[in-house]
């Protein structure tokens, strides 16, 4: 309910400061996914939110829960509260759950956001790739295409989905792990290569 307030009370002056497109919607899968997404500012996930009419889990780190009253609404958007310095087994065990429930659940590999803008990428966290192979569930690469200004237009592109399925029944290693993370990396970045060619493309069909 409150999620369906902020998205009415907050849609249209959100709109003009942070005009905000999403390509590729059609690549969404209906049911349990992981939403992969680079993370370039704070404005990344409520954009998407107030843009989208799913319900997903947001996984988000513990020290934005520290104000209750914050908290409370973050908790009452779906978020997941993490630590993030240290291995949070209570956090994986709530994403695990809630892809066994056929839930969506958004996640930034890299744990935290990119502040060296001469970087595309950042190394991908196993947190994420833990919990897709063990609940069996598709990754859905999305990229931000630059960090959000006020009154510049903001775009997400939405990849297809897909399984680390090679890794399903394997002893979870650090080196296993690491293979899957890089995997799960190039999916990425293969988003932010064609990006110019996935938005031309969606302008000559408009």
């Given at each position: 309910?409150?999620?369906w307030l902020a998205?009415i009370?907050?849609?249209?002056?959100?709109?003009?400061?942070?005009p905000?497109?999403?390509y590729?919607?059609?690549?969404?899968?209906?049911?349990k996914v992981?939403?992969?997404?680079n993370?370039?500012?704070?404005?990344?996930?409520v954009?998407?939110i107030?843009?989208?009419s799913?319900?997903?889990?947001?996984?988000a780190k513990?020290e934005?829960f520290?104000?209750?009253?914050?908290?409370?609404?973050?908790?009452s958007?779906?978020?997941?509260?993490?630590d993030?310095e240290h291995?949070?087994?209570g956090?994986?065990?709530?994403?695990?759950?809630?892809?066994k429930?056929?839930?969506k659940?958004?996640?930034?590999?890299e744990?935290?956001r990119?502040?060296?803008?001469?970087?595309v990428?950042?190394?991908v966290?196993?947190g994420?790739?833990?919990i897709?192979?063990k609940?069996k569930t598709?990754?859905?690469?999305?990229w931000?295409?630059?960090?959000?200004r006020?009154?510049?237009?903001?775009?997400?592109?939405?990849?297809k989905?897909?399984?680390?399925?090679?890794?399903?029944?394997k002893?979870?290693?650090d080196?296993?792990?690491?293979?899957a993370n890089?995997?799960?990396?190039?999916?990425m970045?293969?988003?932010?290569?064609?990006?110019?060619e996935?938005?031309?493309?969606?302008?000559k069909r408009?």
């Amino acid at each position: 309910m409150l999620l369906w307030l902020a998205r009415i009370l907050l849609w249209i002056p959100l709109s003009i400061m942070h005009p905000t497109y999403i390509y590729g919607r059609k690549n969404r899968p209906k049911g349990k996914v992981i939403i992969s997404c680079n993370h370039r500012s704070n404005w990344d996930i409520v954009s998407y939110i107030l843009h989208t009419s799913e319900k997903v889990k947001i996984l988000a780190k513990k020290e934005l829960f520290k104000n209750k009253l914050f908290g409370a609404i973050l908790k009452s958007f779906g978020a997941i509260p993490i630590d993030r310095e240290h291995n949070d087994i209570g956090a994986i065990k709530d994403c695990m759950k809630a892809l066994k429930e056929d839930k969506k659940l958004f996640v930034f590999p890299e744990g935290t956001r990119l502040k060296d803008e001469s970087l595309v990428m950042g190394e991908v966290k196993s947190g994420m790739t833990l919990i897709a192979i063990k609940t069996k569930t598709p990754i859905l690469p999305m990229w931000v295409v630059q960090k959000p200004r006020l009154f510049r237009k903001s775009q997400y592109i939405i990849g297809k989905p897909f399984e680390l399925s090679e890794f399903y029944g394997k002893k979870l290693d650090d080196e296993t792990l690491n293979e899957a993370n890089n995997i799960v990396r190039e999916k990425m970045l293969e988003l932010y290569h064609n990006q110019a060619e996935l938005l031309g493309k969606k302008k000559k069909r408009k």
